[in-house]
């Protein structure tokens, strides 16, 4: 059974969005034990604003935004406090790039939650393109919490969480997600809802058939609609071995399994739908996949249309690893 995070980092920068990732930091460190880190990093003082003769120097002006910086943060610290918080919370303020700062943290804590928010359309795909946060998911291997703001500003974020959403696609890497959603769920006391998509029948009706070149038709598999009523079958077998082992590893009683013929994202999206606290938490690749894993991706288009947060799991990659858990062959629908 996996610990559950000892360390939550919350990186601020001074906007209303930043800070709004503040509220679900609270909830998971007040369900799981941890303690808060408050990270506010700023820009080093440029060179054209240091005069020693009007007595600007760099090393008190640098030392002056720190204080600043600092007081601000230990402000939110007595807010959160006043507001009955009884988390521990440290404060962090550093000179220089934020996501610098931010995966050192990481590094220095590799099993702590990082906790942020973004906009909603469109929001991830700005995130992506240069933003902090979708730097730090390039560098980091921690599990992120990202919450999606409306908008409106205000944030979908649960009270309690009483449902969890993990989508599978049968590998070991998706697979992943489970041991998070698991501690989460028994810490919770939340239900689990194990999903996968699988092709539907106009998949195999497109894809089944061979025709040679003379226009005769050539070897033809069984029905598609049979197929997918198979391949159907597996995947609900697959999602109840995973749901017993859920079960058996942390002592749930609420473990449910869903399969669908349909769009993955939309799919996940409308479970998510279903409850008004819940959690998606589903894998994603980082460093040099995460072009690939999140820009017009499942994780991607979950995390923009998701009603409730998602919890993004990062595998750290091994190096020409394929390798397929409890696999429903080759032909289930992508997930992640």
Partial sequence: MMTLHKKIIVPLDGSELSDQALRPAMLMAETTGATVNLVRCFASIPRWQVDRYQGRHSGSMSESEHVRITAWLKAH?????KDGSTVPIEVSAHEGPAVEHITRLANQEPDALIVMSTH???GLSRLIMGSVTSRVVRAVRNPMFIVRSTETDMLNTPEVIDRIIVPLDGTTFSEAALSHAGALAASFGARVTLYQATHGAGFFQSNSEWVGSNGEAGFEFSSPSKMATELAVQSMNYLSDCADSLKA????????????????????VRLAGDSDNGLVV?????????GRALLGSVADRVVRASPVPTLLVQEPAVHGDMSVGRSVDNLVGAVL
């Fill in 282 to 290: 589903m894998t994603t690749h980082g460093r040099a996949g995460v």
């Fill in 77 to 81: 610290k007595l807010r959160l406090a």
């Fill in 120 to 122: 909603g359309r469109g």
């Fill in 249 to 268: 590893e942390f002592g749930l009683t609420r473990v449910d399994v869903v399969n669908s013929q349909e769009n993955a994202a939309d799919a996940i």
